[in-house]
């Protein structure tokens, strides 16, 4: 049976109602645009498309309709009243679509756990783990993003960010978890395999440089009187930074939290018994209410125990 009228629960679920042929959506939000500022070049200029494809759309959508829309005054248009009407109508309808699509990505966004840390963090730490978390949580989709810069949690769709700082993140939840040192690191294979077997054999061997990382404080913990390096390699990126190290460029300074699987794998390994604090320790940044989310208190729950065991096994090179 076709019927045209509101659907009715109560009716049989075999009855299916028939939709008339309807506009492209492409063309009806060009027309909602075009009717909210009477100008063709405005709502082109808001749908990042010219003119000419606007005033197209607008003849076309008529002719189908079989109804004037707008009055073409030389460059000027105005709604007619049938216009000004069917305007009212499509707009409402777009916003009940619009209100639709949000409703569901925000059903989505349950779903989806979204952790935000720096690249060297997430390339040496994060990633060879995040697999056991995912695993135990089949029904998240987890998404990773690496990045320097700070998380606006108003502004950004993140729901934990993983940071190394001070701490002083005014207004959202914070947790310490870790503790760090730096100390020197190179290939084995470095200087054609003759290490410097105490800090004043570096003397003239090339230091590796990264941005934030200075020199001077391991320097004076190890007794030397030695400036801040001002020549060699200058990396930003800390994995970068111990990549070079592996490949033989020369030595550099390192977190120990950076440094572990290739101190393991011997791709590196550690100079002298000086290490020095790390300024910034790593820290679990959240909102407030991003807390009590059950996903973020999943992604919690299965990092700080990931988080004891590794400080545990740090303990042997520090």
């Known amino acids: 049976m076709v019927w045209s009228g509101a659907w009715n629960p109560d009716e049989p679920k075999s009855w299916k109602r028939e939709f008339p042929r309807l506009p492209a959506l492409a063309a009806l939000r060009t027309f909602e645009a075009a009717a909210r500022y009477e100008s063709f070049s405005r709502a082109a200029a808001e749908l990042f498309v010219t003119h000419g494809a606007v005033s197209h759309q607008m003849r076309a959508l008529e002719e189908e309709l079989g109804q004037l829309l707008f009055e073409r005054r030389g460059k000027r248009v105005m709604l007619t009243t049938n216009g000004r009407l069917y305007a009212e109508r499509v707009r409402d309808a777009l916003l009940q679509i619009a209100d639709a699509t949000r409703a569901l990505q925000a059903s989505n966004r349950e779903k989806r756990l979204t952790i935000s840390t720096m690249p060297s963090f997430a390339a ?89 990382d200075p020199w001077k404080p391991w320097f004076e913990a190890a007794g030397l009187d030695w400036q801040e390096p001002t020549k060699g390699l200058l990396l930003q990126d800390s994995s970068l930074l111990l990549q070079a190290a592996a490949e033989g460029q020369g030595i550099a300074l390192i977190r120990s939290s950076l440094a572990y699987n290739d101190l393991l794998s011997g791709r590196v390994v550690r100079l002298f018994d000086v290490s020095i604090p790390c300024p910034w320790l790593l820290h679990f940044v959240c909102t407030h209410a991003s807390l009590e989310t059950p996903k973020v208190q999943a992604f919690r729950h299965w990092l700080l125990p990931e988080m004891e065991r590794f400080r545990n096994i740090l303990s042997q090179w520090t």
């Open 124 to 212: 040496r730490w994060l990633t060879p783990r995040i697999g056991s978390f995912i695993e135990q949580h089949p029904e998240l989709e987890v998404e990773l993003l690496s990045s320097n810069t700070l998380v606006d949690f108003g502004a950004e769709e993140v729901d934990v960010a993983l940071r190394m700082g001070g701490g002083q993140y005014p207004g959202l939840y914070v947790e310490r978890l870790l503790d760090d040192v730096f100390f020197p690191v190179c290939s084995p294979n470095f200087n054609g395999g003759r290490l410097p077997e105490l800090p004043a054999h570096m003397a003239g061997m090339p230091l590796l440089r990264g941005e934030g």
